[in-house]
């Protein structure tokens, strides 16, 4: 009987599997992850998003300012994000007021002494959320906890102290950090926001990521990670190296914009239409890439090469230099 119904369960696993596979095969799209999408209502913030119309973020000594356009666009210095960084802004702001604190603690339930320790005092990271006539909430977050699967937050003029998710916090660092890149960068994020990227070139993947402390490695394999078994160490020599290649593609500046929204012809002439080299960037909570480069022909003039940002639709050119990191990185994967 025992048997009769493990085979049972297997089987049923087994459809529920080949469901996934075949859904993903008729939409090209695997399902989303669930945190994101499958969440009920019960964060901090509870004004709603439209009526928002600006937002002030501190972090670094640096103030960084999102308001309304008339088109209730978000833009920055008076320039649109454009949909790929609103799309961020919006998930955050979503994030923010759906996602239940893991725990609260009252004002008597901790030491305020120790609000330096949790990074609060100051905060190394400030959002302050304003209302047309005038109201503002103020929320600063701080270090991640322990087990780094949330980090410390409060809310100005609150005696309250969160544990929020550890993505909600991360969703409004990887927006502002989009926000200032544009327009002027191949790669719409940094790479300190980033902590996978993937390199498909010739048929062949290659992928890195960082370990716990942040180091980079080369992903070899394929395996399953369960609870409490293997964890990845980065090598320290072979880290820095790949650090130093995904630095010389995080600097790596836009030489023109070609056509906003290209049609197939333009981009089978660029040679975009089965592209030479994929560059896919993953943040540390997100499911699919913040970001998909692709790398086509090099220009007649010889002057740069043809790309396009899938997240923003438009084809450019960049530095003929694009192809200095992509080699050292690719060669790196090879080393053991």
Known sequence: MRLSRANGLGVAAACLTAGFIGAGALTGRWPVDAPRTHIEAGGI???????????????????TVLARGADSDWLVDGVPVGPAVGGHIAVAFKLL??????????????????????????????????????????????????????????????????????????????????ALRLPSLLLPVSIAQIWAVELIRSGSLHRFERDPAGLWFHHVGQHMHLPGGFVHQADPKLASLIAAG?????????????????????????????????????????????????????????????????QSDSLMTVPVDVEKPLAALIQLAGTS
Request: charged share 25%.
């Open 45 to 63: 913030f509870s004004i709603p998003v439209e009526r928002v119309t600006r937002v002030e973020i501190a972090a670094g000594g640096e103030h």
């Open 97 to 178: 007021a759906v996602s239940p604190p893991r725990r609260v603690l009252a004002a008597g339930e901790y030491d305020t002494g120790r609000l330096a320790e949790y990074g609060l005092d100051p905060p190394g990271f400030v959002l302050d959320l304003a209302e047309a006539r005038g109201s503002a909430v103020r929320i600063g977050f701080g270090e991640a906890t322990p087990a780094q699967n949330a980090q410390y937050v409060r809310i100005f003029g609150r005696s309250e102290l969160y544990l929020l998710p550890r993505d909600v916090g991360g969703e409004w660092r990887l927006a502002r950090d989009m």
């Open 246 to 310: 995904l630095d010389a593609l995080d600097r790596l500046p836009i030489a023109g914009t070609v056509a906003r929204h290209p049609d197939p012809a333009a981009l089978d002439a660029a040679g975009l239409t089965h592209p030479s080299t994929i560059v896919l960037v993953y943040s540390r909570d997100s499911a699919g890439p913040v970001a998909r480069v692709e790398l086509g022909n090099t220009a007649a003039d010889g002057s740069g090469r043809y790309a396009r940002l899938r």
